[in-house]
């Protein structure tokens, strides 16, 4: 429940997964951009060390979905009937 009293989603909302797996998989290549640079993986890249740089962006756009998610929750509507079955 949030302030206002409706039931939201909460952390099962798919904009927290997306987000967490996007921002997890952003650390281990900001990491390994971080303490694998070397001159081989660099010339890999011209020069440019695509391993922080595509970890740095997933980050943000793991960051991002979490955000969007808190600041527009889903809110589940109070007159939904449970299905039964068939």
Request: glycine letters at 16%; charged letters at 15%; aromatic letters at 8%.
């Amino acid at each position: 429940m949030n302030a206002s009293g409706k039931k939201t989603v909460g952390l099962f909302d798919i904009r927290f997964i997306i987000g967490g797996l996007i921002g997890l998989y952003g650390v281990i290549l900001t990491l390994l951009g971080i303490f694998n640079a070397s001159d081989k993986e660099l010339a890999k890249g011209d020069g440019l060390n695509i391993n922080l740089w595509a970890g740095l962006g997933m980050l943000v756009a793991g960051v991002a979905f979490m955000v969007w998610a808190r600041l527009r929750p889903v809110i589940v509507p109070d007159d939904v009937e449970p299905n039964d079955g068939p």
